[in-house]
């Protein structure tokens, strides 16, 4: 009752607050990962709209942390992945609606569009619409380490000593499906999932010897591909096509049980102060020509129609050479994740860890 | 005059008693009122010690509290170890401009972030690192050698950031100790290891004491360190504090083991205390 009453008192007062100033300037901050909002799309913003833009850059974990912190304030617009939306929702009710009248839906890919307001629906209230999306495979250095082809391979003794993968949920994830197993189809019930989760922490308690060190940070593991440190690992398709340039041995590798799909969004924070300027972030970062240089700073393909065509041809190769046809169809989408099964994954990957 | 006094009193003590009401008393009620919260459902709590019992059940937690206070200790009686003949010399031999040279070096480490005071060690020890390359240069080593992520990178990286705040109190007390004394002792027949142990280390006990308990507290807090140079193997109690906060938004479960964190590492240092036969008033006045 009382958040119900407080979220009238917001709507009511962000309606005030736009009917007295139509055209006013805010001030959005905007709570996003690297390389999403680039100072030249930042600029032409603010020219043709006189907001102004406050990036704060993040990652999933701690975006959450950061509004579950405030309830939801301190932000007006983030970029959390899709599956991570629904759980936290509802958990700890950090988001506020959409309002898909204020969205120009022309601008969106329709079936990824669907797809994601699907995926954040709770309660009849869709919470996000896609932005970026990208996927998590392997980063091979092709040169030596040419017999990996999924995520098992990792721990083959030809790469000994010289892999790394994050302590993640995607990590679980990907041995999951490269065992042979489909987590996704567990998410609902908890004995099932639990009984993947304990196959994947064996295999990766054994496969333990031959990681050089559990990356955190994407520079990281930039880091330790550049000096040849580590030649496979599990990573982002953008640190594959990063690491691309300067070393054309390595790329990204989509596994042969398929690449891990995810789709960052946008969501409106339950404080949020500055809807009028999300909103219209929103719709201008939509627009094929300035989702096209979005991808040429994020170096992820958006969800923005037609902004392929804009994109240099470079990366197109790239993505291409990483995703034929089969890879793309074989690719899986991460579905909401309930609430609650992170702890279920975290004692299993503070075990791995913990292992000798 | 009385009241005036009052209001100075007063005046003066604020700063300290806001810095102690709303950084810390505040903060920590906070965070047991967390700990005591447990899940059952979407949105639903319940008061309970489930938490508490979720840590002493879970072998997994004590183990690495565990490992985190061996190693803390450990690198404590290391950087003791190193930290005292230093001290020595800065306070009782050298003399002069070399004296403050000497502390000055101490602390020019620490005019620089941690952060980067780690990295540096990551530069001279990984794999295509400074040292491999000059063993690789020498003919001592045939390939790359790999010294990162091990607990020795992590003790290194420990005892490395801890040793000023050991040096200091070491130079204060030993500076206190009157060179009269010393000579007095080999003037009675004393030999220099029976000095040592008669005269100085127990005058130099209080900083010994206070120099440990700061080392082990930061030790046992650090969490930069072990991530950074321990890698795969470096499970660390302030890791898991962190992995619960964040990763896992398990605010109440974190909550728990901060408690647990503040409660043991109290009572390590009570321990120690009362084993070696010192006062916490002794050391610190």
């Known amino acids: ?356 | 005059m009385r009241a005036g006094q009052k209001l100075g009193l007063i005046l003066l003590l604020t700063p300290l008693l806001l810095w102690l009401s709303l950084l810390i008393i505040i903060p920590h009620i906070d965070l047991f009122l967390l700990s005591l919260r447990e899940r059952v459902g979407v949105r639903q709590y319940e008061t309970g010690l489930a938490n508490y019992t979720t840590i002493l059940t879970e072998p997994l937690y004590m183990v690495t509290f565990a490992r985190t206070a061996m190693m803390s200790i450990l690198a404590t009686v290391l950087t003791l170890l190193i930290a005292f003949p230093v001290s020595y010399y800065i306070a009782k031999m050298a003399r002069g401009r070399a004296r403050s040279v000497l502390f000055l070096m101490c602390l020019v480490p620490f005019w620089v972030s941690e952060l980067v005071r780690t990295f540096g060690w990551m530069i001279l020890l990984r794999e295509s690192g400074v040292i491999s390359g000059l063993l690789q240069w020498a003919g001592l080593a045939a390939g790359p050698v790999e010294m990162l992520y091990n607990d020795a990178a992590m003790m290194v990286g420990l005892v490395y950031t801890s040793m000023l705040f050991m040096v200091v109190p070491l130079v204060t007390t030993l500076d206190s100790l009157d060179d009269a004394v010393i000579e007095a002792g080999y003037d009675l027949g004393g030999s220099g290891p029976s000095i040592l142990r008669e005269i100085v280390i127990p005058h130099a006990m209080p900083g010994i004491v206070s120099g440990s308990i700061v080392v082990f507290m930061l030790s046992l807090g650090n969490y930069l360190t072990p991530t950074m140079l321990g890698g795969k193997d470096s499970l660390w109690f302030t890791q898991m504090i962190y992995s619960q906060f964040i990763v896992r938004f398990n605010w109440e479960l974190g909550a728990a083991f901060g408690f647990m964190l503040l409660i043991l590492s109290s009572l390590i240092v009570w321990a120690v205390l009362r084993l070696t036969g010192q006062t916490l008033e002794k050391t610190m006045g």
Request: hydrophobic share 45%.
């Open chain 1, 1 to 356: 009752m009382k958040t119900s009453a407080f979220t009238l008192k917001l709507t009511a007062s962000a309606l005030a607050l736009g009917l007295a100033a139509p055209a006013s300037a805010d001030t959005l901050r905007l709570l996003t990962w690297g390389g999403y909002a680039p100072e030249n799309v930042i600029e032409m913003f603010e020219a043709e709209t006189g907001h102004t833009v406050e990036v704060t850059t993040s990652n999933n974990e701690e975006m959450i942390a950061k509004l579950r912190a405030t309830g939801g304030g301190g932000f007006d617009l983030a970029q959390p992945s899709q599956d991570r939306i629904a759980g936290p929702q509802e958990e700890f009710g950090i988001y506020k609606p959409m309002d898909l009248s204020k969205i120009d839906a022309a601008l969106f890919i329709p079936s990824m569009l669907e797809a994601t307001k699907a995926n954040t629906t709770v309660g009849g209230d869709v919470y996000g619409v896609p932005h970026v999306w990208g996927t998590d495979g392997l980063v091979l250095n092709t040169a030596q380490a040419a017999d990996v082809k999924d995520y098992t391979d990792l721990c083959s003794d030809a790469v000994a000593g010289k892999v790394s993968y994050r302590m993640r949920r995607p990590t679980l994830i990907g041995f999951a499906f490269s065992m042979g197993m489909d987590p996704f189809a567990a998410y609902a019930d908890e004995a099932a999932y639990t009984e993947i989760l304990s196959k994947v922490e064996e295999a990766l308690i054994a496969c333990k010897p031959n990681v050089k060190t559990y990356w955190s940070g994407g520079d990281e593991l930039m880091g330790l591909v550049r000096s040849g440190e580590v030649v496979a690992a599990m990573a982002w398709d953008t640190g594959g096509w990063k690491l691309n340039e300067d070393n054309p041995d390595v790329t990204f590798v989509a596994p042969t049980s398929g690449a891990l799909g995810w789709i960052d969004t946008f969501v409106i924070p339950a404080k949020g102060q500055a809807d009028d300027a999300a909103y219209a972030w929103i719709n201008f970062v939509m627009k094929p020509e300035i989702a096209a240089m979005i991808t040429e700073s994020a170096g992820n393909f958006t969800a923005s129609k037609g902004a392929d065509e804009f994109v240099s041809d470079a990366l197109k190769a790239k993505y291409q050479a990483s995703f034929p046809q089969e890879a793309v169809d074989n690719i899986k989408w991460y579905p909401p994740v309930p609430a609650g099964l992170e702890a279920l994954e975290g004692a299993v990957l503070d075990r791995v860890q913990a292992a000798r």
